[in-house]
């Protein structure tokens, strides 16, 4: 009994790292018998809107893009999974979730009349282009770089 409870304790312990579930913030490199961390690349390129004048200091920084989506939204929540999945994909540009719900002031200003709808606009806050519908693809190739 006690040399199982011994195997059972040790593949418990070597296991661990696997079954923690956790992702480490930095990766460790061996390198000429020194450990060092090294951080991973933070993308970014999915924002919170905040206000129009946050959206315009970012349209100032890369292209920026509105998404007017609902949370009850099935098109809305399939194309949010497919931007976090490749936010990497879109770190050229801003995409800033707009909640349709609460945003009828900016609905009235780029005529959106319905959720997952894109808008770009520029540094003083003109649309550039409008689509509807969508993930990443779509929102790469409709996307203009200004």
Request: aromatic share 12%; net charge negative.
């Amino acid at each position: 009994m006690r040399v199982f409870t011994v195997i059972a304790f040790v593949l418990l312990i070597v296991s661990f790292p696997a079954f923690s579930g956790g992702q480490s913030e930095s990766v460790d490199v061996m390198e000429g018998g020194m450990m060092e961390a090294m951080e991973m690349p933070e993308v970014n390129a999915i924002v919170d809107f905040r206000s129009l004048d946050h959206a315009r200091e970012l349209a100032a920084e890369k292209p920026t893009v509105l998404f007017f989506n609902a949370s009850w939204c099935p098109s809305c929540k399939g194309a949010v999974r497919d931007f976090e999945a490749n936010e990497v994909e879109i770190r050229d540009y801003y995409l800033v979730y707009v909640d349709y719900d609460s945003s009828d002031d900016l609905q009235e200003k780029y005529g959106v009349t319905y959720q997952h709808t894109f808008v770009q606009i520029d540094s003083e806050g003109k649309a550039v282009t409008k689509w509807n519908g969508g993930g990443t693809g779509e929102f790469l190739n409709k996307v203009k770089v200004m």
